[in-house]
């Protein structure tokens, strides 16, 4: 970034836009509006920048690339407007004063650790169309992740470090009945009757939880891989069938 050609377009623009793409906004500070001739949000375009508060990301915008504002920690606010479709990995992550974020039905993947060490932040309320779900949180970060359970059209889901109760559980997938890949790693989980309705689902990474009991998995029809190590799982054999992959059954806690 320290390049002459970038701070002779920061002087005559704090925001640095080619062909249509938004490639740098380091210089911004307070309020950003983003130009409607954008298209996409560059890979790390805002990040570290610690003077920006606010943003708006227009319509015409598909995609808020990975890093695009990670560690932005003034940043309080970001409206989304309906149009964007994907955002990328760790996009917001380590921004510790974000609190509101406007999420569209049109976004269809969330990419991993988006909002990790987003400890202030309520979100998920109105992405309601998601398809991919991918979250890494700080261990011990208290989450809510209550409207989780309005995201019906997820195809795959990944969340880790967080506390998932049962009753979170049960919430998730009644309405999950199009989910083919599960993650719920290091979640302090220790009941996952829940998961006996999954009829889709095809690949389940439970490892690091406090699991004993994985009689509710052995009659999914579509499961093919299971990654179960660091529970307290007694007897796997329960799970095997023919196609079936397990991985982890001797490694579990004592």
């Known amino acids: 970034r320290d390049t002459a050609w970038l701070k002779a377009k920061q002087e005559a623009d704090p ?3 080619v062909n249509n793409i938004l490639i740098d906004g380091t210089a911004c500070t307070g309020r950003v509006t983003i130009p409607d001739s954008v298209t996409s949000i560059g890979d790390l375009a805002f990040s570290n920048c610690r003077t920006v508060t606010d943003v708006r990301v227009p319509a015409n915008v598909k995609s808020i690339g990975q890093s695009a504002f990670y560690n932005c920690s003034s940043l309080d606010y970001i409206n989304i407007a309906d149009g964007v479709e994907s955002i990328g990995v760790q996009a917001f992550g380590n921004c510790n004063a974000l609190t509101r974020i406007t999420i569209p039905d049109s976004v269809k993947t969330i990419g991993g650790s988006t909002f990790f060490s987003c400890e202030n932040l309520d979100f998920l309320r109105e992405a309601v169309n998601l398809t991919l779900l991918d979250m890494t949180f700080e261990p011990e970060t208290e989450v809510d992740l209550t409207a989780i359970e309005n995201l019906k059209k997820l195809w795959i889901c ?19 009945s199009e989910l083919s890949a599960l993650n719920l790693v290091n979640d302090k989980l220790t009941d996952i009757s829940p998961l006996r309705n999954l009829s889709s689902l095809q690949e389940l990474d439970i490892r690091d939880n406090e699991i004993t009991d994985v009689s509710p998995l052995k009659d999914l029809p579509a499961l093919k891989t299971i990654s179960l190590s660091g529970n307290r799982i ?8 023919p196609g079936r992959t397990i991985f982890g059954a001797d490694q579990q806690k004592e």
Do not use: Y
Request: overall charge negative.
């Open 234 to 241: 007694a007897d796997t054999s329960i799970l095997e069938a």
């Open 158 to 176: 990944r969340i880790s470090n967080a506390t998932v109760t049962t009753g979170q559980l049960e919430n998730w997938t009644s309405n999950w």
């Open 15 to 17: 925001l640095v836009i």
